[in-house]
């Protein structure tokens, strides 16, 4: 009887030692993400607004005409005559998207797009008004296949303005991000528009 009471005690106290060195079982509370965070691969749907140049980075463009497979590369700088030549070993490049966060002033800082891969077409996303006709007609001297898009925030505001966009011969849509869409301001634009409303 004694030895049983003994093997009992050991098994209790074996028992109790395992629950003492298992793992913790109450609840944490989980930590924020770090400072800078979007809070997960696909960002928090509650951030914060931002500016036209932050909304803007990396889009994702979709043409339903283009049935093929086909890589897209994307960057939000104006890429290198290096990072064009890296792309020669993305198999089935088809597009490249270049999303800026400003205009860039020359032709000189636009002339490493002329190493773009033979096979691809490029696409650059530009935010706001051209800030000087230089800025607009510096694309114009591109010696490759380009789509240019420009988004802005509201109506023109000048007349000027609208004929800069116009001399821009790669320039394909204007996007105004506008809370309620208006044309007002945009008679003499002759690309075609289209709006974009940003729901919180």
């Known amino acids: 009887m004694k030895t049983l009471k003994l093997a009992a005690m050991f098994a209790a106290g074996l028992i109790a030692g395992c629950m003492a060195a298992g793992p913790v079982s109450t609840a944490r509370t989980p930590q924020p993400p770090p400072s800078g965070s979007a809070g997960g691969p696909l960002g928090s749907p509650f951030a914060e607004r931002h500016d036209i140049a932050v909304t803007l980075a990396t889009p994702l463009i979709?043409?339903?005409?283009?049935?093929?497979?086909?890589?897209t590369a994307q960057f939000d700088r104006l890429p290198t005559a290096a990072d064009l030549n890296d792309l020669l070993r993305v198999p089935a490049l088809t597009h490249v998207v270049v999303s800026l966060p400003g205009w860039p002033s020359d032709f000189e800082s636009l002339q490493p797009l002329g190493a773009l891969p033979a096979e691809s077409d490029l696409i650059v996303v530009l935010p706001g008004y051209p800030p000087t006709r230089a800025a607009a007609e510096a694309w114009n001297y591109l010696g490759t296949r380009a789509r240019l898009i420009v988004v802005v925030s509201g109506p023109p505001p000048t007349a000027t303005v609208i004929n800069d966009l116009n001399t821009m011969r790669y320039l394909e849509r204007v996007i105004a991000q506008m809370d309620e869409?208006?044309?007002t301001g945009f008679d003499r634009l002759q690309r075609p528009l289209s709006f974009r409303k940003l729901v919180e």
């Open 62 to 71: 979709i043409d339903r005409a283009d049935l093929g497979l086909g890589t």
């Open 181 to 183: 869409p208006s044309r």
